[in-house]
């Protein structure tokens, strides 16, 4: 019989979680269809490879610009004013697209100044949403709170691009599509209004902020589990940067239109649902979460060389559907390791680590459209998948801490990490 519980169900009850749920989800199904909607008209627009990467290096240059200093701001002020910020600039980088589409002539550089306002929102976003679960959750619940999170992004990650590769089907223009993902970030907005919780840093750290970073990025180096997480987590935002080719791989490839595009780019949130539900429903078993992550992200890599080498739209979309399964004890894990070995008076700088980590991951996206230009962008993906096999091999060799049950800290303890034996 499968291990449902009650503490899932106290996660569901939480009305502060469900609109925090709520605006995770809504949130994401706008920004990937924001990705989408600008890497398909860069496209369009330059017919480059390279400067469709350009969209994913002006997100991620600002994403870890800010990332340390984000999460540092939100260990010492209230995160749900952090949260209505991101959200904000994020807005108000979408209204700007749009006002271009309507009123003016869209160049490339608009949609990467764009990309890269977005970034900057993302960077308060990512390192303050999860410790503020952690928060309202406890450590108790937060691989469920993680997983039942990870069902509602990957939810946004089937509706976003699905709708907007019908919306450019039917208008080339982008700016219906546009207008629909603004309306995405608003009812987001809304959501994180209601909350209604106490989410001042339970510290309020009152020292100088660099002093603040440092002291979590000092921990983060120093602790096995947390160091293995990050390497992984660079490695593996390497591989993740093929979302940002779809447009190319579907066009030029598979040779298929808007619409097939949009489901195409919609078949790993469908994967990531099914596996965010059984991770759940599991969660209770769960006793080594590093081990969850190395599968994952093993497998992860395997699917992404088979998409690579596919020619066929349907091998492709099954292979994307198996990656976004496996993705998920990558995403939920991953989190999950950082909150639970570290204290919570770190967790808002945790997650800027965290970001500073995908961030230098996200910048394969340069490597990826290099190559593409000199030879294809299935080639660089086959490479990329290579080398990531390759790298998580030599994880599991030469940092075994991963691979063993990840010891609980708790704030009553300095913030020294625990050394595992």
């Not at 910020?85 to 949609?111: E, R, T, Y």
């Amino acid at each position: 019989m499968m291990y449902i519980g009650p503490d899932l169900l106290a996660v569901l009850k939480n009305r502060n979680y469900r609109l925090l749920w709520t605006t995770a989800t809504i949130n994401n199904a706008a920004e990937m269809s924001e990705v989408l909607v600008s890497s398909w008209l860069v496209l369009h627009l330059t017919g480059s490879p390279f400067q469709v990467a350009m969209v994913g290096v002006s997100r991620t240059v600002s994403m870890i610009g800010f990332s340390l200093f984000a999460g540092a701001i939100g260990d010492r002020f209230n995160r749900k004013n952090v949260l209505l910020f991101s959200h904000v600039i994020s807005l108000v980088a979408a209204l700007g697209v749009l006002l271009i589409l309507v009123f003016g002539d869209i160049s490339p550089w608009h949609l990467f100044l764009a990309a890269g306002i977005r970034g900057t929102g993302r960077a308060f976003d990512n390192t303050n949403r999860r410790a503020l679960v952690f928060q309202i959750v406890g450590s108790k619940n937060i691989v469920q709170a993680i997983s039942l999170e990870f069902v509602g992004m990957s939810i946004g990650r089937i509706i976003g691009p699905l709708l907007t590769g019908i919306l450019l089907q039917i208008d080339e223009s982008a700016i219906w599509a546009t207008e629909i993902l603004i309306v995405g970030y608003i009812v987001a907005l809304l959501s994180l209004v209601l909350l209604k919780v106490d989410v001042y840093g339970q510290f309020r750290d009152r020292a100088n902020v660099f002093s603040s970073i440092s002291e979590g990025f000092k921990f983060a180096i120093k602790s096995p589990s947390i160091s293995a997480t990050l390497y992984t987590t660079v490695a593996m935002n390497v591989l993740f940067q093929y979302q940002i080719f779809i447009p190319v791989v579907a066009e030029e490839y598979l040779g298929i239109g808007a619409a097939l595009m949009g489901l195409l780019a919609s078949s790993d949130g469908m994967g990531k649902v099914t596996g965010a539900i059984i991770m759940g429903i599991f969660s209770g078993y769960i006793r080594r979460q590093g081990r969850i992550f190395w599968l994952g992200s093993m497998g992860v890599a395997v699917c992404l060389l088979g998409f690579a080498l596919s020619p066929w739209f349907m091998t492709s979309f099954l292979l994307l559907f198996l990656m976004g399964a496996a993705h998920t004890g990558f995403a939920t894990m991953q989190s999950s390791i950082l909150l639970i070995a570290s204290p919570a008076k770190l967790h808002g700088r945790m997650g800027g680590v965290q970001q500073i980590a995908v961030g230098a991951g996200q910048m394969g996206s340069i490597e990826i459209g290099a190559i593409a230009t000199v030879l294809t962008v299935p080639i660089a993906l086959v490479l990329n998948a290579i080398g990531g096999i390759a790298i998580l091999l030599l994880i599991a060799m030469f940092m075994p801490a991963l691979m063993k049950p990840i010891p609980y800290v708790t704030d009553d303890e300095d913030s020294s990490p625990i050394q595992h034996k």
